[in-house]
């Protein structure tokens, strides 16, 4: 929706219900691990229900960042136009960029779907989008 622009933050409280709820026992990732930009490292031994309950969240935001850096973008744009020279400073391709904001606007975090992945949200975007030309098509 133009003109619209929020956090994702349906993904972050899937996420952080990941660390709080399904951990059970366990309040925060940080009490077994430090995690740096390029680095994960267990400050203490975990056990295999530990470490997998762990590797779930990180699931998660594998699955959400794509929105996270998508809604950014959206809101960059809003606020002081376009983004090209972030591709630049990131690494991250212009056409990366442009799909990440272009799904995120497409896809509003209410309909986002928790159990989904990003790349779920994707397809069905592209589906959306080769169904409306299927009939635009049909009714010419």
């Known amino acids: ?7 994702s933050l ?4 899937f996420l952080v219900g990941a660390f709080y709820l399904d951990m059970g026992e366990l309040a925060k990732i940080e009490s077994f691990c430090e995690l740096s930009k390029t680095n ?5 031994e975990v056990s295999k229900d530990e470490w997998m309950d762990i590797f779930k969240a990180l699931k998660q935001v594998e699955g959400c960042v794509q929105f996270w850096i998508g809604d950014c973008l959206a809101y960059r744009q809003q606020k002081w136009g376009m983004y090209d020279d972030i591709a630049e400073e990131t690494g991250y391709s212009k056409e990366a960029l442009k799909q990440y904001k272009v799904i995120s606007e ?6 986002r779907v928790h159990e989904l992945d990003y790349t779920h949200h994707v397809d069905k975007y592209f589906m959306r989008k080769i169904c409306i030309y299927q009939s635009n098509k049909r009714n010419l």
Do not use: Q, Y
């Open 1 to 7: 929706m133009p003109g619209k622009v929020s956090l």
């Open 40 to 44: 994960l490292t267990f400050k203490r």
């Open 106 to 111: 497409a896809i509003e975090p209410c309909t």
């Open 10 to 13: 349906s993904c972050l409280v």
